[in-house]
């Protein structure tokens, strides 16, 4: 019960504290600068019959399958309003505050990165990350299309 009602107290602050330093997005940019997004936590939300409730669990630490997400969605408005570029590292997940910092561990070949999870996904197959072409090259898994890795939250980014 004291843990139900720290989660709650701790929800309640971020919600707060995003509503107060939310900004509208910005309009895309060129060069090596990322676009800049806003902080985003969201309502749970049902996609092909699922509930997703998003939270803030800075000890998520979870096991699972990663797809990728690359040319269909380049160019396109993330959940936060960054625009995605699948030339860049960044990720989608279900759940997680946006933007938030993750680490990803390829399970297959020990490859690691951290990353940006800056949009909303996947919802197919229980998969638990998708990664942006670029993410999936550099854990070594572009051309198999899935793998099984390991998620590390670590801290909330910039928006």
Request: proline share 8%.
């Amino acid at each position: 019960m004291r843990m139900r009602l720290a989660r709650a107290a701790a929800l309640g602050l971020l919600t707060t504290l995003a509503a107060c330093s939310t900004r509208p997005p910005s309009a895309p940019q060129t060069g090596s600068a990322p676009p800049v997004g806003v902080y985003k936590l969201g309502a749970p939300y049902w996609i092909n019959g699922r509930l997703y409730v998003p939270e803030f669990d800075p000890s998520y630490d979870r096991v699972g399958i990663a797809s990728w997400y690359g040319e269909a969605f380049h160019g396109r408005p993330t959940a936060n309003g960054e625009v995605f570029d699948q030339h860049r590292i960044s990720a989608a997940h279900p759940t997680l505050p946006l933007p938030s910092r993750v680490r990803v561990t390829n399970l297959e070949n020990g490859r690691s990165i951290e990353l940006r999870v800056n949009d909303r996904g996947p919802f197919v197959d229980d998969r638990l990350i998708d990664l942006s072409r670029a993410a999936a090259r550099e854990l070594g898994f572009e051309e198999q299309g899935l793998a099984r890795v390991r998620v590390q939250f670590l801290a909330l980014d910039e928006a």
